[in-house]
Structure formats: structure tokens, C-alpha cells
């Protein structure tokens, strides 16, 4: 079992930044493709960012490419979403995911994704 738990969203202006934090419990998480997802008002969760097992890969949805950065510290059972340059239409509830550990790949499909955490609300002012 693994409990995901998100952090640092909140309220800010456009062109402003934000660091999304996801604490993982359990000792499978260094196992998973970790991803960020995201859920707008009205509209479907989307697949945002993903970072394989080591770090050595990562996918980001075009509309975040060049804004946003995923990472992880396996060490410390953390991943992250350094998000810049944000625009009100980035304004959602984003989750953090952790895929099971037989995906060895990125995935951007929800299904591959077996764990969520409860989600953290970003709301970008224009």
C-alpha cells in the first residue's frame, strides 16, 4: 500500500511559480513511474508530467513543456513539480500518482497509475 500526499499549491498571479511536492509512504516508491495529473473545473483529469523509476526519463503534456519540471529524490520518497511561468489556465486540482510497479515505462494513462493522493488546488489570477 502506498499513501501519497500533496503539498505547496495555493494562489498566484500569472507568470508567477510554484513547487508541487508528493510524499510517498512505503518502501516500493523508488519501484514506480511517479505522475502529475490534473482535474479543471467542469472538465476531465489529465495526465500532466511523469518521471520513471531513476529519474532518467520524463513526459510532459505539450501545453506544460518548457514551464514545467518533474523530479524526484528517491532517498527521501519525493517527487516534484517545479511549475513557472503559470497561466490561468493552469489554475486546477492537480494529483500526484504512483504507477504499479510493473510499469517500467512513462505512462500517460491514468490506468497505469494504481495509487492517488487527494489532490492540491491551483488557482493562477489573471
Known amino acids: 500500500q502506498v499513501q501519497l500526499v500533496e503539498s505547496g499549491g495555493g494562489l498566484v498571479q500569472a507568470g508567477g511559480s510554484l513547487r508541487l511536492s508528493c510524499a510517498a509512504s512505503g518502501r516500493t516508491f523508488s519501484r514506480r513511474t511517479m505522475g502529475w495529473f490534473r482535474q479543471a473545473p467542469g472538465k476531465e483529469r489529465e495526465f500532466v508530467a511523469a518521471?520513471?523509476?531513476?529519474?532518467?526519463?520524463?513526459s510532459y503534456t505539450d501545453s506544460v513543456k518548457g514551464r514545467f519540471t518533474i523530479s524526484r529524490d528517491n532517498a527521501k520518497n519525493l517527487v516534484y513539480m517545479q511549475m513557472n511561468s503559470l497561466k490561468p489556465e493552469d489554475t486546477a486540482v492537480y494529483y500526484c500518482?504512483?504507477?504499479?510497479?510493473?510499469?517500467?515505462?512513462?505512462?500517460?494513462?491514468?490506468?497505469?497509475?494504481?495509487?492517488w493522493g487527494q489532490g492540491t488546488q491551483v488557482t493562477v489570477s489573471s
Open positions: 518521471i520513471t523509476r531513476s529519474g532518467g526519463s520524463t
Open positions: 500518482a504512483a504507477s504499479s510497479v510493473l510499469v517500467p515505462d512513462i505512462r500517460t494513462s491514468q490506468d497505469a497509475y494504481e495509487y
